[in-house]
């Protein structure tokens, strides 16, 4: 692809929806006129974070607000009107000017307050001490039940994805596949503000965290304990995302272009207006990317006996896909007293996608012949989600009991269309025609109340509905010569129903008794599932199950000194298996290689303990935490052979195994270094053992009993320079370690990555650049053993790419909140709203 075309996807693809967001942001900026000045003391020195609120007489919506800086002055756009000016400070009286007329840009002059008259400062003493937040220094932040991790620093993800963002998390690790894992087990369950979403599919795949802008991220977090509060699934933990939506007052907003390689282009806009009892955010953009994908097998036959029978196949298979994504959300809270308010938000996603795979496969046989065939693979995919939220959220008084209501619908519709060509030493083997279609519906409601007792207790309760429903609709047509009419493969074409639901109670009650704080927690799921399969053959398989689990949770904390703690919790979690794991011969993209669905697969189930301890202080942070996992009913993916049409086909299988333990240490820290170098590092030590036993479907025969064990790491560190004020660079370095079990053996895995950032523009414009994997490593090898073959397998899903990327910052409005107690001023606030409750 030359530059020409690149520049064409960039402009035809992306920057329609941009501009409209955009000119959405500027009819709210027009006929503003811009308003300066300054507070001062009676010496006439100046008063810095002193408040400015200018409210409008004629309409409370043109109202604004703006904070001093540390020379006292501020500027704020104001539409012309009357306006009362009221100035406030710590220590000093309120000054109110009245009936100010702004006509026209310019400098309105200095406001004068006086100190209050006790030279004790009781007014501070009320309010317990000004907190003043400059832009947060750590990117990571321990609590009772979860780490947070704030992305904002993370040069190195900058105009990328949500998974090039889980891929610096700590305890979080992402595959060459996109296979995305906590503490090695992939059993993650993914929220978007805490709910499922359709914005990750079905499936929660690679192609639907790329679909996840990283400028929409407000922060990640991390529940690898989840307590009773968060649905039980995910056994090995939860990763809550939480998208931004702006608490500052007034217009704010961004836009963020990328441009990279291999190509890549994309545009986002993240805009908000909060003003009196309104507050909506529009986000939304676009963007085109080109990956590569790349697998290589080599696989030895033990059980060769006739000279016929294939002794080696080497296998290489190449993957180009093009693809296009699209998403816009938006949303509206309305407060419709000091006590309540409503909120509804929508989002739309599309992804689309093309690929072109080659695989070929090379036989030699024992009689001294050989053989080579090709496949070409020729495929499209088109995805369209849509979610709708609305919630209700109530105080009762001032003390913080309250209550949330919300509910959520989503759709997600996916097609994919496979046409594939197979021909052998050159001439024409078959050719198949695979077309899939998945529908899923999702009701998810909700209820959440808060009652605090006394000053360090409270009661949390809850109660939760989830209702889905997965149609598949699969069709395999192949033509075995040329002249010859397609026909449909009735074992691989099938229509298919998966509906689930389940009902959820939680109690949950936390307090502390002097230095030792508790949470304890129970939550009852009820759940059922009904399967019906039914395949052109006239095979049929319905299934029903029933399950009624509690799951229990206990957090203890012990405070040795402020901001220094041991931490210890246990609960009980589920993993229910995928909706696709469960649907018999669920795929057919490649004859030699098949995942089959297995409908009598069950729940597993987990009891995690941790023991953890945490200690944060200015310039560091330390986070070690010893855990131990216990599994039953674990679920292995179990790889069989078998004979086809004189060719060898490989079968997939997900099976209940048997018991699965994992232990070991994960230690994350920053560290401030210096004023110009800081360090972000996560440290894995983790060992396995798994027992069970397993049928072999090839023979069924007799049980096999199966044990591995292993040891393993992980490791991650970002180190971040500061040049100077403006300028930044990252270098970002990962490793994996090896991993040995009785059937196979993974190789270690390293990579490298760079970051840079540049602030322009007085602060409103950031230049990024950033290179993955720069030495091109970062790919899975491992050795693969049977009881009648011997595999050796490269994969690498994406090779070393760079980006370049520019944002701007539209007018920045401040967030002012002040209470009796406390008050907060923020000068540089970019966080936002959790929406939504962890249920």
Known sequence: MNQTEIINIFTKKTLGLTFVLSAAAFAFA?????????????????????????????????????????????????TPGNYDITVEAIDYKKNVIANKQVTAAGSIGAFSIEPETSATNIKTGEIQGIVLTAPTTKAYKVELDKKTYDPSQDIVSKGGNLQDVLSNVPSVSVDTDGTVSMRGSSNVKFLINGKPSALLGIDDGANALQ????????????????????????????????????????????????????????????????????????????????????????????????????????QESITKNKSNNYNASGGLTFDITDKTSVNASGTVRTFDSDNLGTVNYNYDYLNGSSAFRQRLNTGSNNN????????????????????????????????????????????FLLQDNIDQKTINKTVVAKADYELPIGEVSKVEAGYRLDINNNDYDNMVMETLAPSTIPAYLGDYSYNANYKEMFNAFYLQFKSKVGKLGYQLGLRDEVSKVDINYLNLSGLAKNQTKNYNNLFPSVFLSYDIAKDNQFLINYSRRIDRPRSFFMIPNPSYNDNQNIFDGNIDLNPSYVDSYEFGYSISKKSFTLNPTLYYRHSTDDVKMLVFKTTENGLPVFHTKPINLGNDDRYGMDFNFNWDATKWLKFLGNVDLFGYKTTGTYYDPSTMDKPMSFEGSGFSTRARLTSTFKVDKTFSFQIQGFYRGGQKTESQDRKDMYAINFGASKTIWNGNGTISFNIQDIFNTRAMQSTTYSTDFTRDSYMQWQPRQFALSFTYRFKQGEKIEQSKKKKDINANDTGGDEQGGPM
């Open 211 to 314: 679909s996840i802008p990283a400028d929409q991220i407000e922060k990640i977090e991390v529940i690898t304990n989840p307590s009773s509060k968060f649905e039980a699934s995910g056994t090995a933990g939860i990763l809550n995302i939480i998208l931004k939506k702006n608490k500052k007052t007034g217009f704010n907003g961004s836009v963020t272009g990328t441009l990279g390689y291999l190509p890549q282009t994309s545009m986002n806009t993240n805009l908000s207006w909060r003003k009196g009892k309104f507050n909506w955010f529009l986000n939304g953009g676009g963007g085109y990317r080109e990956s590569k994908n790349t697998n290589r097998s080599q696989t030895w036959f033990t059980n060769a006996i006739n000279p016929t029978d294939g002794t080696y196949t080497d």
């Open 384 to 427: 369209l989600a849509f979610q709708g939220d609305f919630g209700l959220d109530h105080k009762f008084d001032d003390k913080g009991q309250n209550i949330s209501l919300s509910v959520s619908l989503q759709r997600n519709r996916s097609n994919n269309g496979t046409d594939v060509n197979d021909s052998s030493n050159g001439a």
């Open 30 to 78: 027009q006929e503003k006129v811009g308003v300066s000045g300054s507070v001062v003391n009676k010496n006439n020195q100046p008063v810095p974070y002193a408040s400015v609120t200018f409210s409008n007489k004629q309409n409370k919506m043109f109202s604004d607000a703006a904070l001093t800086d540390e020379k006292g002055q501020y500027k704020v756009d104001l």
